[in-house]
């Protein structure tokens, strides 16, 4: 939209009294989101602490692991596997030299996306956990052996225990 149509839209909901504070935001170069941070920040109530201030997620930390994994395998692979892939932190094992040992499975629901997810001679999963082990370290500030197996699993997303395993809260009817 352009920017002066923007302002008079801004203007007219700020004059209607729809809303209170009308924030300018640019996707393409970040402009205003400093504004919107600091006007978020300065009026959120204030509330107890829902988890332990030094920790990073409400989410444990295979389900985070798993996530990292998964946010890998779409920014490689999402035009080829639609979003109907999962990934479970099957083994977490602390090593005596500070690493730790971490076993997934990647679950897809069809054999086509097994052979995609996989690639030609192991290349592609090969790089996902290349790049899913570097973050993992980063965020774990250790060491990290990360094992991935590709499985097919037709219809795993109707499990209500997969969801469940993997953090998520199942809203199926």
């Known amino acids: 939209m352009p920017h002066d149509a923007l302002l008079g839209v ?9 809303y209170s504070d ?11 989101v400093a504004d919107l941070t ?35 395998i779409m920014l490689r692979l999402h035009d080829e596997i639609p979003y109907e892939i999962a990934v479970e932190t099957d083994a977490w094992e602390e090593k005596k030299d500070g690493s730790v ?3 997934q499975t990647i679950y897809v629901a069809r054999e086509g996306h097994r052979k995609i ?4 001679k192991g290349q592609t999963i090969k790089t996902i956990g290349k790049l899913a082990r570097e973050d993992m370290a980063v965020f ?12 097919l699993k037709e ?3 109707e499990e ?7 953090g998520l809260e199942w809203e199926k009817e």
Request: a negative charge; hydrophobic letters at 45%; glycine letters at 6%.
């Open 38 to 72: 600091k006007h978020l920040a300065d009026n959120a109530p204030e509330g107890p602490w829902l988890y332990p201030e030094d920790q990073a997620a409400d989410a444990p930390v295979r389900v985070l692991a798993a996530e990292i994994t998964r946010e890998k």
């Open 155 to 157: 219809n795993w997303s």
């Open 22 to 32: 009308v924030f300018m935001i640019s996707a393409l170069t970040g402009d205003g």
């Open 10 to 18: 801004a203007q007219s909901l700020h004059e209607e009294g729809v």
């Open 117 to 120: 997810a996989i690639g030609d």
């Open 160 to 166: 209500r225990a997969r969801y469940e395993a993997m």
């Open 101 to 103: 040992r971490i076993e």
């Open 140 to 151: 774990l500030e250790r060491p990290v052996h990360l094992f991935l197996h590709v499985k």
